[in-house]
């Protein structure tokens, strides 16, 4: 539990949606001009490090490095993450700050591929992929927050050019978190490449793909978070319709990421025992509400309640959602699988991200409230999909036979 609450302390921090997301689409947006689209399209391609997360999956379940198949991919990837940072710190040209970010876009999307694979076999072990995912994305938040907050005052009292640079100058030191939890915290045996091991991890493999369960897991996921996204529509209008400062909207980010973290706790408190089935409908019904709750996005007040509100139920979505793809993922090839699965969510959110920006500024000429109904029933359309999952009784975090055989 501390390993997954200390790398995850990291992701908070360090993925490009954390503190370096305001600081980069303020710099972006100041200094060059740059239109929703622009900024969408440009920070597209640091979405593709995790849409390839199976291929670290596929590395990490077949090829031992150092002696081990996680702690090693584990230590370089945020290894790699605090190098492409400091870089950051050091340039302005928007060509050269895109390759340091996928660089450290990379560094990040191994660390959690590696991370997934070590939840699903604790959770294949103690079945508590609930707990496990619950407890990533709680303290993912706690840094979310303090990201959010610190980001909006480098913006407010710097030059768009030296918020970014001292955001990326603060991220380059948190990878060292992990190098230290994978070196300490991890007990792992011992591997080394062993052909009969491989062709055991190749058959498991092969089953996974041609596992009915995970395709359906995936096609679910897939309509799940195929709702076209706010994020960038909400900060332009913020900043251009509402006249929001930055540093209110960095305000703004965390309490978001508060939300997140009273969905987790109130998720650990009233909803750990009830079925899978029950906990997906309910957070598709609250997906829905939070979407639509960004109609009264009027001001600052209202701006704060939605933001929480919007927190928790996208923390319900996430623990619903990852913890039932972790219970579907065959052993012996669990950082496919996971990585597989997660890749899906990933590609849809840049998909969404960009059909969203791309909504609003060509379709619905800035107009955020048609965005925000198409976005609601897009979330409503999760809903028929539900019934095909045939879950039954089956509680949040239990193993699924398919998944243990």
Known sequence: MW???????????????????????????????????QVTAYL???????IIKPVYGIV?????????????YLVLANVLAAAAY????????????????????????????????ILVENSHKFGASNAFVN????????????????????????????????AAAIIAVTPLIVVFAGGFLIHEPPSRIDLPEMRRTFANLLAALTLRDLWIIALFLFVYYLNPGLGTPLYYHMTDDLKF????????????????????????????????????????????????????LWNEELAAAINFFGGIATMIAFVATLSLAADYCPPRAEGFAFAALMSVTN?????????????????????LAPLILVSAAFTALAFAFVPLL???????????????D
């Open 245 to 296: 400062s930055q540093e209110y909207i960095g305000i703004l980010g965390s309490v978001n990421s508060a939300g997140w973290i009273a969905g987790a706790l109130l998720y650990r408190r009233f909803l750990k025992g009830i079925t899978a089935k029950v906990l997906l409908n309910m957070s598709i019904a609250l997906g829905i509400m939070a979407t639509m709750a960004f109609l009264l």
């Open 44 to 50: 597209t391609v640091l979405n593709l490090p995790w």
């Open 60 to 72: 990490s379940d077949f090829l031992p490095l150092f002696g081990y198949r996680r702690k090693s």
């Open 347 to 367: 590609f849809t959110g840049a998909l969404s991200e960009n059909l969203g920006s791309f909504l609003y500024e060509h379709m619905f000429e800035r107009r």
């Open 390 to 404: 045939h879950l039954g009784g089956k509680r949040a975090g239990e193993a699924l036979r398919a998944g243990a």
């Open 135 to 166: 407890q990533q994305w709680l303290w993912f938040n706690i840094a979310a927050m303090a990201s959010a907050f610190i980001g909006g005052q480098l913006v407010e009292r710097l030059a768009p050019a030296t918020a970014l640079h001292g």
């Open 86 to 117: 400091c870089w950051v710190t050091q340039i302005t040209a928007p060509g050269a700050i895109i390759v340091a970010l996928l660089l450290s876009a990379y560094g990040m999307a191994i660390s959690s591929t590696v991370c997934g694979a």
């Open 3 to 37: 390993f997954f609450a200390l790398v995850y302390v990291v992701e908070g921090v360090g993925q490009t949606g954390g503190l370096i997301a305001q600081p980069l689409n303020y710099f972006l947006k100041q200094t060059f001009g740059w239109t929703p689209v």
